[in-house]
């Protein structure tokens, strides 16, 4: 398996039938992926978490050894305006011996709501998932954002309830991570 991963997208909607295009993501577009960024932290009540950059989260995505994937969704009009976006990465489960794909983040802008871009951004993910052969296509979600909640499952995901997120991070990392 090689380092880079596969960038190759499974084909989507054709273009002319939508308002919109979806794409992987280009250096160029990280200013606008860190606005709708920082949007989605606004969103989430969560801007005293923010240290991201277009300087910091650049090489991660198109560095020599990118760790993470993102897709767009570019408006017809006004014309090249990025309104969504979908991080992904690599993980992997041991119970299935099977890579996995873990969207860390999903976000439109409110103003562009209703037009099918988090559908689309969702199946094209989960497209990529089946073409990669993973076993699982995973997410997390806040359980106060109901509407989210309704649109994953509505989109045939299941919201698993006896499973919580364990979170290590900042100064706790680094105490843990000397403890060695």
């Known amino acids: 398996m090689s380092d880079t991963p596969d960038r190759t997208?499974?084909?989507s909607a054709p273009?002319?039938?939508r308002p919109f295009t979806l794409r992987a993501a280009e250096p160029r577009?990280?200013?606008a992926i860190v606005g709708l960024i920082n949007e989605l932290a606004e969103f989430e009540q969560l801007t005293h978490l923010l240290d991201?950059?277009?300087d910091?989260?650049?090489p991660h995505l198109f560095g020599p050894r990118p760790v993470a994937e993102c897709w767009v969704a570019e408006l017809h009009e006004p014309a090249g305006h990025v309104a969504a976006f979908a991080l992904a990465f690599t993980n992997f489960s041991t119970f299935l011996a099977r890579p996995g794909l873990y969207l860390e983040d999903l976000y439109v802008q409110p103003a562009?709501?209703?037009?099918?871009?988090g559908k689309a951004l969702l199946t094209h993910l989960a497209g990529v998932a089946v073409q990669r052969g993973c076993g699982r296509f995973e997410w997390s979600v806040l359980d106060w954002n109901t509407n989210a909640?309704?649109?994953y499952e509505k989109m045939g995901a299941t919201v698993m309830p006896d499973w919580r997120i364990c979170r290590v991070s900042?100064?706790?990392?680094a105490r843990l991570g000397a403890a060695r």
């Open 9 to 11: 997208s499974p084909p």
């Open 15 to 17: 273009p002319a039938a």
């Open 52 to 54: 991201v950059t277009p």
């Open 149 to 151: 909640i309704r649109f």
């Open 112 to 117: 562009h709501r209703g037009l099918g871009l």
């Open 29 to 31: 577009d990280v200013p």
């Open 56 to 58: 910091k989260l650049t």
């Open 170 to 173: 900042g100064e706790a990392l």
